[in-house]
């Protein structure tokens, strides 16, 4: 039980003690339910969840948590990948794209080699062809499973129904 306003739906919390002056300005002993959304029901004239407040608080914190997982995505791939032959590549899908732009031009204008930029900036001439293509499958396996658990949190994060829930989600 706890002293109380109403001032229509509102409701003012004063805490367990009260004084003569807050009785005096209409605070009033009440049970009210667990939560920091109350609202005061007219019709049963109690205090009651406001779950329509509760609902959207809880909201924007998934909302939070989905744009921390974007973040820890992002930063993800642009930490880099190290390809099976050693070279540290850009792994962010723009990169990766234009690698494989460069990758497109050297097959059509029939070359069996080609240099490449990698992640730190060092230049690395004369990669066979096959190797790159194996570079391009592996950057685009990377993206993909980075993606996949992108949406498994996001989707874990949309189902949540509790704070614990959320904090459970890490990347």
């Given at each position: 039980m706890v002293y109380i306003k109403v001032d229509g739906e509102n409701v003012a919390l004063a805490g367990q003690v009260a004084s003569e002056q807050m009785i005096k300005d209409g605070y009033f002993l009440a049970d009210i339910p667990d939560s920091?959304?109350?609202?005061?029901?007219?019709?049963?004239?109690?205090?009651?969840?406001?779950?329509?407040?509760?609902?959207?608080?809880f909201n924007e914190v998934k909302q939070a948590k989905i744009a921390e997982i974007k973040t820890a995505y992002q930063n993800q791939l642009k930490q880099g990948y190290i390809c099976s032959n050693g070279i540290n590549m850009d792994a962010e899908q723009?990169?990766?794209?234009?690698?494989?732009?460069?990758?497109?031009?050297?097959?059509?204008?029939?070359?069996?080699?080609?240099?490449?930029?990698?992640?730190?900036?060092?230049?690395?001439?004369?990669?066979?062809?096959?190797?790159?293509?194996?570079?391009?499958?592996?950057?685009g396996v990377n993206i993909s499973t980075q993606l996949a658990?992108?949406?498994?949190?996001?989707?874990?994060?949309?189902?949540?129904?509790?704070?614990?829930?959320?904090?459970?989600?890490?990347?």
């Open positions: 920091k959304y109350l609202k005061w029901d007219t019709a049963t004239s109690t205090v009651v969840v406001d779950t329509v407040a509760e609902t959207n608080a723009d990169k990766v794209n234009l690698l494989k732009n460069g990758y497109d031009l050297a097959v059509k204008t029939n070359q069996t080699t080609m240099d490449i930029r990698d992640y730190d900036n060092v230049v690395h001439t004369g990669i066979a062809l096959a190797d790159v293509d194996t570079m391009l499958t592996e950057l658990k992108k949406w498994q949190l996001e989707d874990q994060v949309q189902a949540a129904t509790t704070q614990t829930e959320l904090d459970l989600i890490v990347w």
